[in-house]
């Protein structure tokens, strides 16, 4: 039984001590490659490798990865710093700052967003899918970072291209870290890593990096906004109180009636004597009842006939109390586009319609 117990115990030990070995091996790699290692400090910092006097190797910068990855996952107060340290490195490496595979001491105040914003000339006969494959970015993030419509461009213009894919933003007035990553689908800790926002604030006109950022769908320069149409009725309608003048296609509601209790008359009025009509005739608001209009335009001395007009009144006695409106078109068929308030007790509603050419000449038109 003791010899069983002994083996168990030595199983034991022998499966976690690869686990044990592999942590222990982890810490000691963040600790050692987390030390400024002419500073003694907690964190790893860039100023080591520009301080030295010998170049950095591309092992250095791989040590840093590995331990900017390792404080991440292990949440390390100093994670943030290396992070940093690392984006700015790698940024100082990729500009072409490099000798022999090594890496030179480079300025610091020299890395700033432009290692992530690239001024590119359009070149003699280059298309935008030239330059979208060459970067490994997309012809619509080049548009939506240039405010362009279309893929065209021109040899000798100017564009910003983001180093990797995502848009390059242009702030504005009251933008912050959050609202930016909130709207164009990032992050802080990405838009402020790799804009290197923690040594500068965001500045009005200044132009960002966005990794992997879109921009919403009413922001694209392409973007033309639904046009809002008002409700229009094809089907025609014949309503019996209007006998044969009722007759209208296309109805289509075109605003509301202030005039005149919402009435037909009182729109007819005011369309004529005060819509800028000043070269006609007024008609008289005296008149009473639509139905009335036609004998009262004649007694008026007002000319009245079956033929329409543009800015005509059109009346009807039909119905009870008559109807009027006003001529705005004639068609080429012979049909006449009319407006008018009320109709078919719409109250307080102007519309426009169309009368066919065969129910024209069931109207009076006093000119």
């Known amino acids: 039984m003791t010899k069983n117990k002994n083996n168990f115990h030595l199983n034991t030990i022998k499966g976690v001590l ?11 790699l963040v600790f050692v490659g987390s030390l400024d290692k002419k500073n003694a400090s907690a964190n790893v910092s860039l100023d080591s490798f ?64 432009r290692e992530w914003v690239i001024e590119y000339t359009v070149q003699e006969g280059e298309s935008m899918d030239d330059i979208a494959s060459r970067y490994g970015i997309t012809t619509d993030q080049i548009r939506w970072s240039n405010g362009l419509k279309t893929t065209a461009v021109e040899a ?14 242009v702030v504005k007035s009251g933008d912050t870290v959050e609202s930016i990553a909130e709207k164009y689908g990032s992050n802080v800790d990405e838009i402020t890593i790799f804009n290197d926002l923690d040594t500068k604030p965001l500045a009005e006109g200044q132009h960002i990096y966005i990794k992997d950022g879109s921009l919403p769908e009413k922001e694209r320069p392409e973007y033309v906004a639904p046009v809002i149409r008002r409700p229009t009725y094809t089907t025609t309608y014949s309503y019996t109180y209007l006998g044969d003048t009722s007759e209208r296609l296309g109805i289509e509601v075109i605003g509301y009636n202030y005039y005149g209790g919402g009435q037909c008359v009182g729109y007819a009025t005011w369309y004529r004597n005060v819509s800028g009509l000043s070269n006609l005739r007024p008609v008289s608001a005296t008149w009473g009842n639509a139905r009335n209009w036609a004998a009262a335009a004649r007694a008026a001395g007002f000319v009245v006939n079956n033929t329409p007009e543009v800015n005509a009144v059109f009346q009807t006695p039909a119905g009870v109390y008559g109807h009027v409106g006003v001529v705005v078109g004639i068609n080429a068929d012979g049909s006449i586009v009319v407006q008018e308030a009320n109709y078919n007790y719409r109250v307080g509603r102007i519309t426009r319609a169309t009368i066919p050419a065969s129910a024209v000449g069931n109207f009076n038109y006093i000119h």
Request: zero cysteines; proline letters at 4%; charged letters at 20%.
């Open 18 to 28: 690869p686990y044990a070995i592999t942590a222990i091996l982890t810490l000691a």
């Open 50 to 113: 520009v301080d030295s006097e010998d170049n950095v190797s591309r092992d250095q910068i791989a040590e840093l990865y590995i331990v900017a990855d390792l404080s991440d996952t292990l949440g390390l107060a100093s994670a943030s710093d290396v992070a940093s340290n690392y984006v700015i490195a790698t940024a100082m490496y990729d500009s072409g700052q490099t000798s022999a595979g090594k890496l030179e001491k480079p300025s610091l105040t020299d890395v700033d967003t």
């Open 156 to 169: 000798g213009k100017v564009l910003y291209l983001p180093k990797e894919p995502g848009i390059i933003y």
